[in-house]
């Protein structure tokens, strides 16, 4: 087995997903730390044209699947095409971003390589007999577990998006492209998707957004989440909500931060009236800087927090918004 990294490339509507590029970043430096070649594969329409971008952002090389009926997810064709991807490119690891994709992507790839896969990764290493070393989280947050693929060829691993650093662009730099026909034809597909579906709003993905403002039962009412997106807005920042304000039903389960909603890891997140029970904890606590607003100073969510606020929100979220509008027109 050679010490060549293989990064697979989430796409939507052609765009490359951020988590990709990190993880793209990641492959890049274990493939200087063991001197082999970073592939990058890209499926669907249109996947070629990627070269220039993943070029880059540090791929050596692009596996463009430009299949049509890989426009949108279809876990057989993409299993597939991962599998086929490292054993052509002679792959010791296999790297995908920890998104919604990734998650489900991963361990069919990892099943189909008869291989082990090291989900959801917050640091990630190579050992010189290629052994891949990680860290991730457990037990909701409140441990770590260190975990290693030994033995594992090509091992696998998923990255949590927002923790590994985007890598500085280099336009300089060119990338081989290399075609692969599907491995699974249109019609041989079990399932496959028809449409994609937009919500009416456009606002940020909390699990990719580098900054979040948060919403909890402390609102008091769903009208009064105008002042968490009047203060995200200033901040260019997406809009979060714990579970207890999403099974009341004041804002759709997308925006949930969580065990059961979304795992992030944003540069920023400001929790308005959140208490910061242990299932909302494990989804946000591994955010870089953590801001706390309360009236309740036991409350857990200060546990957590690098900078907490006690006080009353509906005075202390127009404040904070009114200083930030008054910050960027300076």
């Known amino acids: 087995m050679s010490d060549n990294i293989l990064v697979f490339i989430e796409r939507r509507d052609g765009e490359i997903k951020r988590p990709s590029l990190e993880a793209l970043g ?25 070269a220039e971008v993943l070029a880059a952002h540090g791929a050596d090389r692009l596996l ?56 959801d990764l917050i640091e990630v290493d190579i050992d010189d007999d290629g052994t891949v070393r990680g860290k991730r989280p457990v037990y ?10 030994v033995g594992a060829k090509p091992a696998v691993a998923t990255l949590r ?19 692969i026909d599907p ?16 919500p009416e709003s456009q606002e940020q993905d909390v699990a990719e957004a580098s900054m979040i403002v948060a919403g909890g039962r ?4 769903a009208e009064n989440f105008a002042l968490v997106r009047e203060l995200a807005t200033e901040l260019d920042a997406a809009v979060g909500a714990s579970r207890a304000v999403v099974d009341a039903g004041w804002i759709p389960h997308s925006y949930q931060v969580g065990q059961t909603g979304k795992v992030v890891s944003p540069t920023l997140y400001v929790a308005c009236g959140i208490s910061g029970a242990i299932q909302h904890l494990a989804g946000m606590s591994s955010s870089k800087v953590i801001v706390a607003i309360n ?7 200060f546990s957590v927090a690098d900078y907490g606020i006690v006080g009353d929100l509906f005075e202390v979220v127009p404040a904070l918004t009114e200083a930030v509008r008054k910050l960027k027109s300076a």
Request: aromatic share 4%; proline share 8%.
């Open 218 to 221: 402390g609102l008091k009412a």
């Open 183 to 198: 491995p699974v034809a249109a019609e041989d597909l079990g399932v496959r998707a028809v449409r994609f579906e937009r």
């Open 64 to 119: 463009a699947v430009d299949a049509e009926h890989g426009q949108l997810y279809a876990p057989q064709l993409y299993a597939s095409c991962v599998s086929l991807a490292a054993e052509q490119g002679d792959a010791s690891v296999v790297l995908l971003a920890a998104t919604a994709m990734g998650k489900d992507l991963a361990p069919r790839a990892t099943a189909r390589l008869k291989t082990a896969c090291a989900s």
């Open 140 to 149: 909701s947050g409140k441990a770590y577990a260190r975990v290693a693929t």
């Open 26 to 50: 990641t492959g890049r430096r274990l493939a200087d730390k063991r001197g082999g070649r970073l592939d990058a594969l890209a499926i669907g329409p249109g996947a070629s044209d990627c």
């Open 295 to 301: 009236k309740d100073p036991e409350a857990p969510i």
């Open 161 to 179: 998006p927002n923790v590994f650093p985007l890598p500085t662009p280099d336009p300089s730099r060119k990338a081989e492209v290399q075609a």
